[in-house]
């Protein structure tokens, strides 16, 4: 006798999973069975994934809402495709596409037809992985030339960095004084030194809410 399985993937914690659930919720899949996974479809190294294929046996069956729930690399969505029917020996359905059904069509034709299918929509859905790539890259260059800064924010300074820094410089006293001083490491602080030294285009941020402006320090 045949086992039925299911399983769920969206990419981030944020988002939610209901609407695959609902889908499968509708089939005979035992809780047991069922495999929900919040990771991204960039691979196949996924824990509950994993756990699931290690459990197939011949003739099992395996339920997915679509064909991007697998998996997001078209190479490698072909690639796991092969394995589970293949080597396994399990069926697939894909509840999205009805021509993505290995229980259907197992001659020459339907198998065929399936695998045309199966190729199309992978290619689809990496291409659709690599536009959103393309998409983010390109709003972060946007948001860059507004002038927005990504990251934590810088650590404000003590306000007496401008002194110590001079103090510094004239040998008075060691840089692990200054360290102490501002509570910074000493990336930190020559990071902070070179937007000093940098001719009068920097204002630093001062813990009392001023800045350092650098142009009187050059």
Same mark, same amino acid.
């Given at each position: +006798?045949?086992?039925?399985?299911?399983y769920?993937?969206?990419s981030?914690?944020?988002?939610n999973?209901?609407?695959?659930?609902?889908? #499968?919720?509708k089939?005979?899949?035992p809780?047991?069975? #069922?495999?929900v996974?919040?990771?991204?479809?960039?691979?196949?190294?996924?824990?509950?994934?994993?756990? +699931?294929?290690?459990k197939?046996?011949?003739?099992?069956?395996?339920?997915?809402?679509?064909?991007?729930?697998?998996?997001?690399?078209?190479?490698?969505?072909?690639?796991?495709?092969r394995?589970?029917?293949?080597?396994?020996?399990?069926?697939?359905v894909?509840?999205? +596409?009805p021509?993505?059904?290995?229980?259907?069509?197992k001659?020459?034709m339907?198998t *065929?037809?399936?695998?045309?299918?199966?190729?199309?929509?992978? *290619?689809?859905?990496e291409?659709?992985? $690599?536009?959103?790539?393309?998409?983010q890259?390109?709003?972060?260059?946007?948001?860059?030339?507004?002038?927005?800064?990504?990251?934590?924010?810088?650590k404000?300074l003590?306000?007496? *960095?401008?002194?110590?820094?001079?103090?510094w410089?004239?040998?008075?006293?060691?840089?692990s004084?200054?360290?102490?001083? $501002?509570?910074i490491?000493a990336?930190?602080?020559?990071?902070?030194?070179?937007?000093?030294?940098?001719p009068?285009?920097?204002? +630093?941020?001062?813990?009392?809410?001023?800045?350092f402006?650098?142009?009187?320090? $050059?």
């Open positions: +006798m045949r086992n039925i399985y299911g769920v993937r969206v981030t914690r944020e988002q999973e209901d609407r695959q659930l609902l889908a #499968l919720a089939l005979d899949i809780k047991g069975n #069922l495999y996974e919040k990771q991204s479809g960039k691979d196949f190294q996924r824990p509950q994934y994993r756990k +699931m294929v290690r197939f046996r011949r003739d099992d069956l395996l339920y997915i809402k679509s064909i991007d729930r697998l998996g997001r690399n078209y190479g490698e969505i072909l690639e796991q495709w394995i589970l029917t293949k080597e396994k020996g399990v069926d697939i894909v509840l999205d +596409m021509l993505l059904d290995t229980r259907r069509g001659d020459l339907g *065929f037809l399936s695998d045309i299918v199966l190729q199309v929509l992978s *290619f689809v859905a291409n659709e992985r $690599c536009s959103i790539r393309q998409r890259a390109e709003g972060i260059a946007a948001a860059k030339a507004r002038g927005v800064r990504f990251g934590r924010p810088e404000a003590p306000d007496g *960095f401008p002194a110590l820094v001079r103090a410089e004239a040998k008075q006293i060691p840089l004084q200054v360290l102490d001083s $501002c509570q490491s990336a930190t602080f020559y990071r902070r030194l070179r937007d000093v030294r940098d009068g285009q920097y204002k +630093m941020p001062l813990s009392n809410g001023t800045h402006d650098s142009s009187f320090y $050059c």
